[in-house]
């Protein structure tokens, strides 16, 4: 959160020094597709941490289902 306010702040600093340049509308497409990077590199590793959790599950729950090979 600290990270994005400090990029919007910088946004709205060159908007204002600079008004001339469209600044925003590249600033939010830049910030849209960076969020959705970061979505992307977390839910790859919450994924992975899910997945074995649930296969021990269901390795202790149906005895010996779901180990991973």
């Known amino acids: 959160m600290v990270v994005g306010l400090i990029?919007?702040?910088g946004l709205g600093l060159i908007g204002r020094l600079m008004p001339q340049?469209?600044?925003f509308f590249i600033g939010q497409s830049m910030q849209a597709g960076l969020q959705l990077w970061v979505m992307i590199l977390?839910?790859?590793?919450v994924m992975?941490?899910?997945l074995?959790?649930?296969a021990e599950a269901l390795g202790s729950l149906?005895?010996?289902w779901g180990t991973p090979v």
Do not use: P, V
Not at 42 to 45: E, P, R, Y
């Open 48 to 50: 992975m941490i899910f």
């Open 42 to 45: 977390t839910l790859s590793g």
């Open 21 to 23: 340049l469209q600044i």
């Open 62 to 64: 149906f005895g010996g």
């Open 7 to 9: 990029y919007n702040i």
């Open 52 to 54: 074995s959790r649930f």
